[in-house]
């Protein structure tokens, strides 16, 4: 049996590394290629066809969530597993929607990353158990993603905008003019029916997004 071939995706040189080794390290399973960037996972996914990307969420550019739409739009059969230290149900169910087929955080034991592999790499979906539980008990709430009317790219711009970031801060992060992200954070703040960036924090923070303790 062949190996299970990875696109490994971090914008941390470092991250990249120790996953490698721990992924090379593995018998079954082979890093065929790098990125740090969203573009660039997208044009590595195509050259090379990997059997599987193992994709962070928060990447210079087009970022993870606009990077997985992109890949599985060129191929509906793609396997994306995502690793993050976004551990709330907004980045879960963002990240499903948009096509991955798998969910582990930061925090995950090495053998966890293994496992999502394997699993994902046979056909079948694979979350962490605690957000499955999290998202299960959501939705046994009543609870409604409040976040779902935000398109991929309003949605980044919005968790960069809770997180501190200024708009021209944003537009420099994600390679796009200012003019583009002040339009975007007028649709974000309609859509979510607020009025100002302090407002739209403060709803961040009680839907999970960003946690006030560490900000």
Do not use: W
């Not at 990077?67 to 995502?82: F, G, K, P, T």
Request: proline letters at 2%; aromatic letters at 6%; one cysteine or more.
């Amino acid at each position: 049996m062949s190996n299970i071939q990875v696109l490994l995706v971090d914008d941390h040189a470092v991250v990249r590394a120790g996953y490698r080794t721990l992924l090379d390290g593995t018998p079954d399973i082979e890093v065929v290629a790098e990125a740090e960037r969203g573009e660039e996972a997208c044009q590595c996914y195509a050259e090379l066809q990997p059997d599987l990307v193992v994709m962070d969420l928060s990447l210079p550019g087009i970022g993870g969530l606009e990077a997985i739409r992109r890949i599985i739009a060129r191929d509906h059969q793609a396997s994306i597993l995502v690793f993050s230290m976004h551990d709330d149900t907004a980045f879960v169910e963002k990240a499903l929607s948009a096509g991955a087929r798998g969910y582990i955080t930061k925090n995950s034991a090495a053998e966890i990353m293994v496992d999502a592999i394997r699993t994902i790499a046979s056909g079948q979906a694979y979350i962490d158990h605690e957000l499955a539980q999290n998202l299960a008990l959501h939705k046994a709430a009543g609870g409604r993603e409040i976040f779902a009317c935000l398109t991929t790219r309003e949605f980044q711009i919005f968790n960069l905008l809770a997180h501190g970031m200024t708009p021209a801060e944003t537009a420099s992060e994600l390679s796009l003019s200012y003019k583009t992200v002040a339009n975007y954070t007028t649709q974000i703040k309609s859509k979510l029916n607020v009025k100002s960036t302090t407002e739209l924090v403060h709803l961040a923070i009680r839907h999970g997004v960003i946690d006030p303790i560490s900000e």
